[in-house]
Structure formats: C-alpha cells, structure tokens
C-alpha cells in the first residue's frame, strides 16, 4: 500500500526541514506502508526552495513541484493532489501544525472503509480575536452555504484515490477547499487531536487574507448572497410603500402639518444608498468570479520538479 502525503510549502525555510524529520521519524516503523512525500514549493521567497532540493537530494520518497510564483494554497493543494500516486492521500500543512501520528489513525480510518478522514483540532492556545473571527465564519458560512463546514476541521485530511480523483475532476478556478471536501460527498470520518502551536515562523494569513478567504468562500460556492440582495431589496420597498401610504393619509387627516421630513428623505437616501452598494458588491463578487472562469487558465505553472511528465515516462 503506498501512501502519499501532500504539503503546501509558503515561504518555510525554518520548518521545511524540522516537518521531514517528524515525518520520517514517525514512519520508519511503519514496514508494510510505503510512504511518498509531495512537497509544494508555492514561490517562496526564502531559502523554502534551496532546502526542499536538499532534502530531494537525500531522500529518494520525496517528489517536489516549485511554482514560477505564489499561487495560494489552494492551487498547492490541487498541484499536489495532481502528482500524487497513493492509494491514499494525507493532506498536511508544512509548520508542524498538523502531527504526523494522526496519520496512523487516518489510515486506519481508511482500512476500514472511510474515503475522507478528517483531523478536528481543539481551539487550545488560540487567541481570542482568531477564534472568534472562526467561529463567525463558520456560523455565517454554514448559513449561507449548502454545504456543511464544521469548526476545526482545517484541510488536515485523508482522501481515499476515488475522492482524490473526484476533488481534481471539479476544475474550477476559484477553488476553496474546504467546500469542495464537502461537496464531493463519501463518507467522512473525523478524528480529534490536540491543537498545536506554529513551532517556527509566521501565518501566512492575516487579517486581510482571512477576510478574503471568508468572503472567497462564501461566493464561490453558491448564489445564495444573490438571493439574500434580492429578499432584503424587496423587503425594503415593502416598507417604503408602507411609509408611503402612511405619509398619504398623514397629509388627507392633517394637511396643516405638511412639512417634509429632513429626516426622513436623508434616512431613505443613506439606506437605500447602502443597499443597493453592497448589492452592487456582491454582484461585482461573482462577475469577477465569471471574469476569471472564463479565461480557463492555468491553475499554476510549474517552474522545477522531480516528478518526470507523462511524454518522458
Ligand atoms: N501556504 C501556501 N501558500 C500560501 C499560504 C500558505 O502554500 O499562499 C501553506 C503554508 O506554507 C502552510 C499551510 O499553507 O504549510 C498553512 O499556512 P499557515 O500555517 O500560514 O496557515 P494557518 O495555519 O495559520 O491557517
Ligand atoms: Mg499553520
């Protein structure tokens, strides 16, 4: 049985190496799994590239794929799953996040029939600020998606081939992982393990890129928002015809107090104003989806690799 395990390398150089030693400490009990290693090098601007080939250069399981830039994760991810060849496949970050022993019992999962095995973390050590901002996306996504998303379950999973094979066949641009796990359906299990703390270096994500990750997506995953602009747009011109009918028959009963409203035209203009700009931009959210759907390009150029293509096979 060979076992693939695919990790997204962003600017790691002080934990490319440590993350290889943990797992190849963890596997070399294992005799009757073999075990190959995908790693992604995502235009890093450190040394991630220069040791990843070192590491190459040691270790005859490891396979590399460097891009010609920084894609995102999520274009590492399919890269990996792409040059993946295990009859399973762990996908794991590359900042001793995600611990190698859960793979043990990922595989297990799998012997025993599962196709996705997901790893739940605990929220220990987190700050305050990064779990509430979790749980708010995990609140407002779960509402505005037909997907469901549970909380701590991050990309740490293991996908069996046929779910590998599924999650590649869907080829759309703007990719979000965590919904296409879900979409593809299977059977799923999740294991819990202990949160870890980033051992070395920073998160590639802040506040900006978390934002952008939340409403990504959320859009890209159905119309609902579409729908929310068109129900809160017709609610509002219910109650403006309500206001109009009331002011109506305000000027038959008391003609006398016809003095127009400052107030009150200011308060529709703003509020009125401030509707129809989000809706703009929500729309705006999914033409530009549209935008780069349609230019089919790539989803990543590859720059080095290891891996020999199919014409040189
Ligand atoms: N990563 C990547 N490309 C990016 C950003 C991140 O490949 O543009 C990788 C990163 O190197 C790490 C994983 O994705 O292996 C998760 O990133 P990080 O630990 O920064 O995210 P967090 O754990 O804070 O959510
Ligand atoms: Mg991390």
């Known amino acids: 049985?060979?076992?693939?395990?695919?990790?997204?390398?962003?600017?790691?150089?002080?934990?490319?190496?440590?993350?290889?030693?943990?797992?190849?400490?963890?596997?070399?009990?294992?005799?009757?799994?073999?075990?190959?290693?995908?790693?992604?090098?995502?235009?890093?601007?450190?040394?991630?590239?220069?040791?990843?080939?070192?590491?190459?250069?040691?270790?005859?399981?490891?396979?590399?794929?460097?891009?010609?830039?920084?894609?995102?994760?999520?274009?590492?991810?399919?890269?990996?799953?792409?040059?993946?060849t295990g009859e399973l496949v762990v996908l794991m970050d590359g900042d001793l996040q995600h611990p190698p022993s859960v793979v043990r019992q990922m595989i297990q999962g799998y012997l025993e029939g599962y196709d996705i095995i997901s790893a739940k973390r605990t929220r220990d050590g987190e700050s305050r600020q990064q779990t509430f901002f979790a749980k708010a996306f995990y609140r407002v996504a779960n509402n505005l998606m037909d997907i469901r998303l549970v909380d701590g379950v991050s990309d740490f999973r293991a996908f069996s081939?046929?779910?590998?094979?599924?999650?590649?066949?869907?080829?759309?641009?703007?990719?979000?992982?965590?919904?296409?796990?879900?979409?593809?359906?299977?059977?799923?299990?999740?294991?819990?393990?202990?949160?870890?703390?980033?051992?070395?270096?920073?998160?590639?994500?802040?506040?900006?890129?978390?934002?952008?990750?939340?409403?990504?997506g959320i859009t890209s995953f159905n119309d609902r928002p579409l729908r929310l602009c068109v129900n809160v747009g017709l609610g509002c011109l219910a109650l403006a015809a309500l206001y109009v009918i009331w002011q109506f028959f305000a000027y038959i009963l008391h003609p006398e107090d016809a003095v127009s409203g400052y107030f009150t035209t200011i308060f529709a203009v703003v509020l009125f104003g401030g509707i129809q700009l989000i809706s703009i931009g929500v729309l705006g959210e999914y033409i530009g989806k549209i935008y780069y759907e349609v230019k089919q390009r790539p989803h990543y150029i590859i720059e080095q690799t290891n891996i020999k293509s199919d014409q040189e096979k």
């Open 1 to 84: 049985m060979l076992v693939s395990i695919v990790i997204p390398f962003y600017n790691e150089e002080e934990s490319i190496v440590k993350t290889h030693e943990a797992l190849n400490h963890e596997f070399v009990k294992e005799s009757d799994i073999n075990f190959e290693y995908v790693f992604v090098n995502d235009g890093s601007r450190d040394r991630t590239l220069d040791l990843m080939k070192e590491i190459v250069a040691r270790d005859p399981k490891v396979k590399f794929v460097s891009f010609s830039r920084n894609f995102g994760k999520e274009a590492a991810i399919l890269a990996g799953f792409e040059h993946a």
């Open 161 to 216: 081939r046929r779910a590998v094979d599924a999650i590649i066949s869907l080829r759309e641009y703007n990719r979000f992982s965590k919904g296409i796990f879900s979409w593809i359906g299977f059977k799923e299990k999740t294991i819990e393990y202990q949160n870890q703390l980033r051992q070395a270096g920073t998160t590639k994500f802040n506040f900006k890129s978390s934002m952008n990750y939340a409403i990504q």
